[in-house]
């Protein structure tokens, strides 16, 4: 998760929306003008409003600070979030399954469940739950507890 979340920064922060500078980030331009008014921002005051784009831009620092920092530095160690691709054909799992992926990583079917999907290569998202890792491969609406085997 972290890793995606350092995406969407990298993203936000490509096209000037978390760049702490003097015309972003704002809540103006992250916020449609609906949801702007629905929030009841229109009623700040321009001072006021300054100083919550200001905040934002602070938090946004902090942020991208804090999920740039690993929570596991030891060597090998699994990340919050791994996205790749199953090598070759996938058929869903069926109790034991193992997924083999592009990037070399061995991963097996965790908890007891029965999918059938055809795909070939399809794309996949692991992320760490706190009941373990859960993947989500893309075409297929549930998701599978799995642990890494490599």
Same mark, same amino acid.
């Given at each position: 998760?972290?890793?995606?979340?350092?995406?969407?920064?990298?993203?936000?922060?490509?096209?000037?929306?978390?760049?702490?500078?003097? *015309?972003? $980030?704002?809540?103006?331009?992250?916020?449609? /003008?609906v949801?702007?008014?629905e929030?009841?921002?229109?009623?700040?005051?321009s *001072?006021?409003?300054?100083?919550? *784009?200001?905040w934002? !831009?602070r938090?946004t620092?902090?942020?991208?600070?804090?999920l740039?920092?690993?929570?596991? /530095?030891? /060597?090998?160690?699994? $990340?919050?979030?791994?996205?790749?691709? =199953?090598?070759?054909?996938?058929?869903?799992?069926?109790?034991? +399954? =193992?997924?083999?992926?592009? *990037? !070399?990583?061995i991963?097996q079917?965790?908890?007891?469940?029965?999918?059938?999907?055809?795909?070939?290569? $399809?794309?996949i998202? =692991?992320y760490? +739950?706190?009941?373990?890792?859960?993947?989500?491969?893309?075409?297929?609406?549930?998701? =599978?507890l799995?642990k890494?085997?490599?």
């Amino acid at each position: 998760m972290r890793r995606l979340l350092i995406r969407l920064l990298a993203v936000m922060t490509s096209v000037g929306l978390c760049v702490p500078q003097a *015309n972003g $980030p704002s809540v103006e331009r992250l916020m449609t /003008p609906v949801e702007f008014r629905e929030a009841g921002l229109t009623k700040l005051s321009s *001072n006021e409003l300054a100083a919550l *784009n200001r905040w934002l !831009g602070r938090y946004t620092v902090l942020i991208v600070k804090t999920l740039s920092q690993s929570s596991d /530095p030891r /060597p090998g160690a699994t $990340p919050d979030a791994i996205e790749s691709y =199953i090598a070759g054909d996938f058929e869903g799992w069926d109790g034991e +399954t =193992i997924f083999k992926l592009d *990037n !070399g990583q061995i991963w097996q079917q965790a908890s007891y469940a029965y999918t059938y999907h055809y795909a070939y290569h $399809p794309s996949i998202l =692991i992320y760490r +739950t706190a009941g373990g890792f859960r993947m989500k491969v893309d075409g297929v609406t549930d998701t =599978i507890l799995v642990k890494r085997l490599k």
